[in-house]
């Protein structure tokens, strides 16, 4: 992830490139998560430009916050959590 020349195509890409601190793996750990969530469900296989997968990105990022329940939120959305985080 931090040879210069990968550096450059994601940038080049009109990516943010994110990496935790070094020795740190749980800074990361929220969003290993939630990628593995997005692989497993969503199908990119028929995308046929990187806008058509941007699109199904944040459709997916909207679903996962709003309308997917979570276990380890007692059973709410992440949108329904943080209400309930605010009116405590």
């Given at each position: 992830y931090t040879?210069?020349?990968?550096?450059?195509?994601i940038a080049e890409a009109g990516f943010k490139q994110?990496?935790?601190?070094?020795?740190?793996?749980?800074d990361n750990a929220p969003m290993?998560?939630?990628?593995?969530?997005?692989?497993?469900?969503v199908d990119f296989s028929d995308c046929q430009t990187i806008d058509e997968v941007r699109v199904r990105v944040k459709e997916y990022i909207s679903y996962y916050n709003s309308?997917?329940?979570?276990?380890?939120?007692?059973?709410?959305?992440p949108d329904e959590f943080r209400g309930h985080l605010l009116a405590s």
């Open positions: 040879h210069p020349k990968t550096r450059l195509l994110s990496m935790s601190r070094k020795g740190n793996c749980w290993e998560s939630f990628f593995g969530h997005l692989k497993d469900d309308e997917r329940y979570q276990w380890t939120l007692k059973k709410m959305t």
